[in-house]
């Protein structure tokens, strides 16, 4: 969708289990969103990054959350201890580096956990 | 506190005649605004944008206003088809934001009937 690629698409783990999420931006975009969509709910806001850098990570949970885009390498959102409430459509966006410009997103990452 | 809300759940409308979608937010400082369409198991797809200085853009079938004193914008499809039928969300950034994070409204399913 859009060139933003997430995988996997499905992901189903056991409790306490960790589970990682990748995303590759679209080409020719430095900014990375990662939302969240629970049963029957809008997206919610999780965290910005650009290269190497955290922006803004006010949407991410406290704990077991966390976030990374390296400088080689996709974006990867990693849920350490997952318990049942994880279980949710993690969409990733991109964007260029320019203020109002219309983010792109994946087609998700849907986790279930058992 | 949803700052970006869509109240109708659902519409439905029958092909050829026009979809009108409705959003209201509450936050003074969005000053950037967009509408996704979303297919199941697919990601948001980006459909049209309109910034705070203006009050209408247009593309194709697609037409959003903006009324800023009453806090309100609408997405105009005209005409509507059945491949239209999709969930529509509407989400908005603010300038005071380090990037542009989004914030979404909870969706409005349209049917668009044959």
């Known amino acids: 969708n859009a060139g933003v690629m997430q995988n996997p698409r499905h992901l189903v783990r056991r409790r306490g289990q960790e589970a990682r999420l990748r995303c590759s931006p679209m080409?020719?975009?430095?900014?990375v969103y990662w939302y969240r969509q629970l049963p029957e709910e809008g997206l919610k806001f999780m965290v910005y990054?650009?290269?190497?850098?955290?922006?803004?990570e006010s949407g991410m949970p406290k704990e077991r959350f966390s976030a990374e885009f390296p400088k080689e390498g996709p974006s990867i959102l990693r849920i350490q201890q997952v318990v049942r409430g994880d279980s949710a459509a993690y969409f990733c966006?991109?964007?260029?580096?320019?203020?109002?410009?219309?983010?792109?997103f994946g087609d998700g990452t849907r986790l279930s956990i058992l | 506190d949803q700052q970006v809300k869509q109240n109708s759940p659902s519409l439905s409308v029958q092909e050829g005649r026009i979809s009108i979608l409705n959003c209201d937010y509450t936050?003074?400082?969005?000053?950037?605004f967009l509408w996704y369409k979303k297919y199941p198991a697919e990601g948001p797809t980006f459909l049209i944008s309109?910034?705070?200085?203006?009050d209408k853009n247009e593309d194709g079938r697609f037409t959003v206003f903006l009324n800023k004193s009453a806090k309100h914008l609408s997405l105009h499809i005209v005409p509507s088809q059945p491949g239209d039928s999709a969930v529509y969300f509407c989400?908005?950034?603010?300038?005071?934001?380090?990037?542009?994070?989004?914030?979404f409204g909870g969706g409005t399913r349209l049917m668009v009937k044959p």
């Open positions: 966006a991109s964007s260029r580096e320019m203020t109002n410009q219309p983010q792109h």
């Open positions: 080409k020719g975009h430095s900014h």
């Open positions: 990054l650009q290269k190497e850098n955290i922006i803004d």
């Open positions: 936050n003074s400082m969005f000053d950037y």
């Open positions: 309109i910034s705070s200085i203006k």
């Open positions: 989400a908005a950034s603010a300038r005071d934001n380090a990037g542009n994070m989004l914030t």
